[in-house]
Every structure is written in C-alpha cells, then in structure tokens.
C-alpha cells in the first residue's frame, strides 16, 4: 500500500482554510467527507510514490499561474461534423445560451449547480462515492479536493441508448481561471452514453467524473485535450463496472505545459471489459502524465491499456499503470502497453507498469518501451520520394495507430487522426 501524502505547513494551512461551498443535505455530506479525507492525506508532494515522476507544485499552490489564452486560427470545430449534444463550459461555469437543450430520449441531465440545495437526489448514492473506493489502495489527495469544493458540472442519468453523443465543450476565456468540474454519470442495466470532451478549460483545470456502468451498459469516452499551451489540468475518472458491462475511454492530449489524467476501474461484476487509451504529442515544455489504476474483482473480465506519446524539443511523457487481480478474480485477461518515440535526444518518457495477482488462472502482460524513428523504415520511404517530414510524420501516426484504434466509432476514429496529422504538419511548418 502507498504511503499518505506527507503534509507541509504550507498545505496544511491551505486545506485548513477550505469551506466546502453550502448545499442540500445530500452533497453536503459528500463534500464534508472530501474534505475530511483531504485532510487526512494532505496534498500531494513529489516525495510521493505515485508523484515521483510529476511535480505537483502547479496543481496545488494556492492561486493559479497565468495562462495565455490560445488564439483561433480558424480550425473547425471540434466534432463539429457531428450530431451531438453540446453542453458549454466557460472557465469552469456552465454557458446555458451557448449550449443545446439537454432534453434527450433515454438521458436526464441536470446541473450541480441547480440541483446541489435539494436535500434528495439520485446522485446522492454516487457523488463523491467511487471518488472514496478509489482513494485505496492510492491516496488522489486533488480528486478528494475536487469533490469538496466544485459547484458546478453535469449528472446524467441515461436509462436506454442515448440517441447522440453528448459533448462537454470546455472554454478558456480568462489568463487567471481556476476551475473544479464534477460530473456524475448513471448508465441503468443495458444503457449507452457516449460522451465527448474538447477544450483547454480554464489557466487550471480540476475535473473529476464518476461513471457507474450498470449491468450490460455500454459508455464511450472520447476526450481531446488542447490547445492552450500553458495551460495546467489534472482529471480523474472513477468508473464501476457491472456484469457483462463495457467501458472505453480515449484520450488525445496535445500541448499543456502540465496534465495529469488519472483513471481508476474497479471491475464488480462477471465478464466485464475495461479498455482505457491515449495518445500524447508534446513539443518543448510539455508534461503529460497518465496514471491508470484497474482493479479485477470478478470472474472472466478484460482490461486492455494502450498508450503512445510522441515527445521531441525536451518534452516529458508519463505513465503509471496497474493491474490488480484479486483473489477469486479468475479467467482475468489484462493487457498493458505503454511506448514512446523520442524524436530527438533531449525528450524523455518515464514508466512504471505494474501487475499485482492473487488469482491463479489469469492471463496479464505488460510492456513498456521507448525510442527513436525507425531509420530503416524511413529510409524505405525516402527511397521511393517521400520527403523526410513528410516520412517522418508517417510513422507517428502510424506509432500512434494502436491507440487511437481502441476508439469504438470509425468517424471518431477518423477524426482524432486527423487531428494528430494536423498537430504534426504545423510542427513541421
């Protein structure tokens, strides 16, 4: 087990000075627990197990650093070929008049904010509750923070097959933001939700979603990352599976000067399937730190964990990653794969995967790899008149094929690589 973060007079003093903001009787209780646990684990410091590789200083000092805000140069918006339900957030505050009406077939989403002064709601059994399971055997002192003190973000309940993908639109509007989103999510027995995320969000970014997939559900996840450089974020989703469930979630991040994406699975019912992947293309000063937590608790479940990132000019890529069968959880198949391409000497990738087994009838493997372009492979395509750049920008996206292929929907699919191409054909200008 991990140790607790160790505590510093100065984050001492910080947490002491927390009031969770005032509500009903039922989001009262779960910010006061947070907090409560916050204080009790402290924030995080480097000297932490599972913050060794990424300084935490940015993400917890008291105000948040300036960031410049990204100028449009006239992309398209993302998803924006899609029928979707798009739900604005600018700088963390919901944008009712730039957003869609949410009334859908088979979905009821409400506002924290609006619903935060009842005294009874649904999300009372799952807001700030599988943020708790997940504090163990790690302690996430910033997802404890965060259900304490947002007020605003989004609870869907979906009770059938949601008919458009929802999508949280995130905007960064001011250098100084500093922003807390809590979103609960509720799939009944043989649900499906879809849900979209793009934007940089605010100058800090604290997000935490907490998905409960109930028997035979399906959710889809699809979140971009981008494009304000400077900008800092670190986000947390806290999924529980149900039998013959399926979760998948993808994450493409591209730019930040720091981001930290943490997901923790626990897998409760039979023949359950857990894919989570992402990939990550940093230039310069860019820290990108994915830390995945999974845990088997039930008999014939599939976990699949997929990540790439391509780093160059200094930049820094990071994964954590764990697979935790527990005893009875027979017939596991776990599968973890992390790998780099370091497009020059100055970048570097830091990796610690890990299996811990207490079945005997499992089937887990892990690997973890970095290095440069394929020089045989580029050679081939340079013989045959393909420019280096261009050459070079091939293989990326070829390196990155295997997780953007974790994405379920083909359009989807076409889309993020587009992105990654875009993403490289600027660097190459």
């Known amino acids: 087990m991990a140790a607790a973060p160790q ?24 910010r006061e627990e947070a907090l409560a646990r916050l204080r009790a684990m402290g924030l995080p410091q480097r000297r932490d197990e599972y913050w060794k590789f990424t300084r935490p200083d940015s993400l917890t000092q008291a105000e948040a650093p300036r960031a410049a805000l990204f ?57 700030g509750t599988l943020e708790a399971r997940g504090q163990v055997p790690v302690p996430r002192p910033l997802a404890a923070l965060n259900t304490a003190i947002a007020e605003d973000g989004v609870l869907i309940h979906v009770t059938g097959s949601a008919g ?29 939700l879809t849900v979209l995320e793009n934007g940089p969000a605010a100058a800090r970014f604290n997000k935490v979603m907490e998905v409960d997939v109930g028997d035979g559900a399906r959710f889809h996840h699809v979140r971009v990352q981008g494009r304000d450089h400077e900008r800092r974020a670190a986000t947390h989703i806290f ?51 994915d830390t995945v937590f ?65 079945a005997d009838d499992v089937a887990c493997s892990h690997g973890s790899t970095s290095g440069a372009i394929d020089e045989d492979a580029l050679y081939y395509l340079r013989s045959r008149g393909v420019p280096k750049p261009i050459a070079t920008d091939l293989l990326v996206l070829s390196f990155l094929a295997e997780a953007v292929e974790e994405i379920a929907e083909e359009s989807l699919r076409d889309e993020i690589t587009a992105r990654l191409a875009a993403w490289l054909e600027r660097r190459r200008g």
């Open 164 to 192: 458009r993908p929802v999508n949280l639109v995130y905007h960064h509007r001011s250098e100084t933001s500093d922003a807390a989103l809590h979103h609960v999510i509720r799939l009944d027995a043989g649900a499906e």
């Open 239 to 289: 999924a529980r599976l149900g039998a013959e469930s399926a979760f998948k979630s993808f994450t493409m991040t591209a730019n930040g000067v720091m981001t930290r994406n943490e997901c923790v699975i626990e897998m409760t019912g039979d023949d359950a399937s857990a894919h989570v992947a992402g990939a990550a293309m940093g230039d310069g000063d860019f820290h990108q730190d």
């Open 71 to 127: 100028e449009d140069a006239g992309e398209p918006e993302m998803f924006g070929e899609m029928d979707r339900l798009r739900l604005v957030f600018v700088d963390g505050v919901f944008d009712a008049e730039a957003s869609d009406d949410p009334a859908m077939a088979g979905l009821r989403i409400e506002r924290l904010a609006d619903v935060s002064a009842q005294d009874i709601h649904w999300a009372r059994d799952l807001y």
């Open 7 to 30: 505590r510093t007079a100065e984050g001492a003093l910080q947490i002491d000075t927390l009031r969770a903001p005032e509500g009903g009787a039922w989001v009262t209780t779960a």
């Open 294 to 358: 999974i845990t088997h608790d039930a008999l014939r479940c599939e976990s699949r964990q997929v990540f790439k990132k391509v780093l160059r000019n200094g930049a820094t890529g990071v994964f954590q990653g764990k697979i935790l069968v527990k005893a009875g959880a027979q017939k596991t198949d776990g599968y973890q794969i992390s790998q780099s391409l370091l497009l020059d000497d100055d970048s570097q990738f830091l990796a610690k995967p890990e299996l811990e087994i207490y």
